[in-house]
T-cell receptor, first 112, second 113 residues
């Protein structure tokens, strides 16, 4: 079936380093891909999205890259900070549906 | 100021009981959702309502019944609770035609014993 998945369940980085979280998807009908951050005891929080007709989008300290050829999505976090420690989810929105299909999540641990 | 609020935050109950989780959003959004997050953190859509109308009903046991009295509220009632229902349930909202961002509540941790 259609799925969105992540390669690495846990990523540990040093404070100040750049982080890259990867995600593979399989639904070609998705019009948007979204990254969410979930801190312990809280709900997912929107970070950044990218439309399916784009290959790169930048935000504050974050960049999302979309490679439709290999159906791969990545989130790059520059100068990772302890406050970035959380579980990160990629999600996709199918054209016509309003709900999101989430990947399985990657835990980012930032070492001081 | 809370955009999407759920109550209760924690719910511990015995098997066979019936319980409800309430959700309210003050963002003026027209679409609301219930997601279930299991022990492995996997998030899955359960239901979606647009302007009080059910538009998504994933493969969820009919013991789960959502109710939307108005577009700012989406409650989840669960009958005959089972051990496997233990999870964190998230309410969310978004606006059709608006940004892709869905706003999530803080979650309700349901534990069935």
């Amino acid at each position: 079936g259609e799925s969105v998945g992540l390669h690495l369940p846990t990523l540990s980085v040093q404070e100040g380093d750049n982080s890259i979280i990867n995600c593979a998807y399989s639904n070609s009908a998705s019009d948007y891909f979204i990254w969410y951050k979930q801190e312990s005891g809280k709900g997912p929080q929107f970070i950044i999205d990218i439309r399916s007709n784009m290959d790169k989008r930048q935000g504050q300290r974050v960049t999302v890259l979309l490679n439709k050829t290999v159906k791969h999505l990545s989130l790059q976090i520059a100068a990772t900070q302890p406050g970035d420690s959380a579980v990160y989810f990629c999600a996709e929105r199918d054209t016509g549906r309003r709900a999101l299909t989430f990947g399985s999540g990657t835990r980012l641990q930032v070492q001081p | 100021d809370t955009a999407v609020s759920q109550t209760p935050k924690y719910l511990v109950t015995q098997m066979g009981n019936d319980k409800s989780i309430k959700c309210e959003q003050n963002l003026g959004h027209d679409t609301m959702y219930w997601y279930k997050q299991d022990s492995k953190k996997f998030l899955k859509i359960m239901f979606s309502y647009n302007n009080k109308e059910l538009i998504i009903n994933e493969t969820v046991p009919n013991r789960f019944s959502p109710k939307s009295p108005d577009k700012a509220h989406l409650n989840l009632h669960i009958n005959s609770l089972e051990l496997g229902d233990s999870a964190v349930y998230f309410c969310a909202s978004s606006q059709v035609g608006g940004p892709t961002e869905a706003f999530f509540g803080q979650g309700t941790r349901l534990t069935v014993v």
